[in-house]
């Protein structure tokens, strides 16, 4: 029983509340505090309405938040942001 536990708990790891260390943008790309968090949450895995609810905003506040960063990015996706933001030197 302890060893499901445990394992359990390392699948999901510990949670910290603090939003992971992202890459720097590139210089022509200029983010607002919370579009740094969202970004933050994105490579997380959270889904839209995760980030709603870890933020306290509505769904579509953050649909049209992610709309600005992909705009800014110049990308479409979630996975064309998270290549771009992961690509060193942006």
Same mark, same amino acid.
């Given at each position: 029983?302890?060893?499901?536990?445990?394992?359990?708990?390392?699948?999901?790891?510990?949670?910290?509340?603090?939003?992971? !260390?992202?890459?720097?943008?590139?210089?022509?790309?200029?983010?607002?505090?919370?579009?740094?968090?969202?970004? !933050? !949450?994105?490579?997380?895995?959270?889904?839209?309405?995760?980030?709603?609810?870890?933020?306290?905003?509505?769904?579509?506040?953050?649909?049209?938040?992610?709309?600005?960063?992909?705009?800014?990015?110049?990308?479409?996706?979630?996975?064309?942001?998270?290549?771009?933001?992961?690509?060193?030197?942006?």
């Amino acid at each position: 029983m302890l060893n499901q536990q445990s394992s359990a708990h390392s699948r999901s790891g510990p949670r910290s509340d603090a939003p992971p !260390a992202l890459p720097p943008p590139p210089p022509d790309v200029i983010l607002t505090p919370r579009e740094r968090e969202i970004v !933050a !949450a994105l490579l997380e895995g959270c889904t839209n309405s995760q980030m709603a609810q870890r933020f306290g905003v509505a769904v579509q506040t953050v649909k049209n938040q992610l709309t600005m960063v992909f705009q800014k990015f110049g990308v479409r996706s979630r996975l064309e942001l998270v290549v771009r933001v992961m690509k060193p030197g942006g």
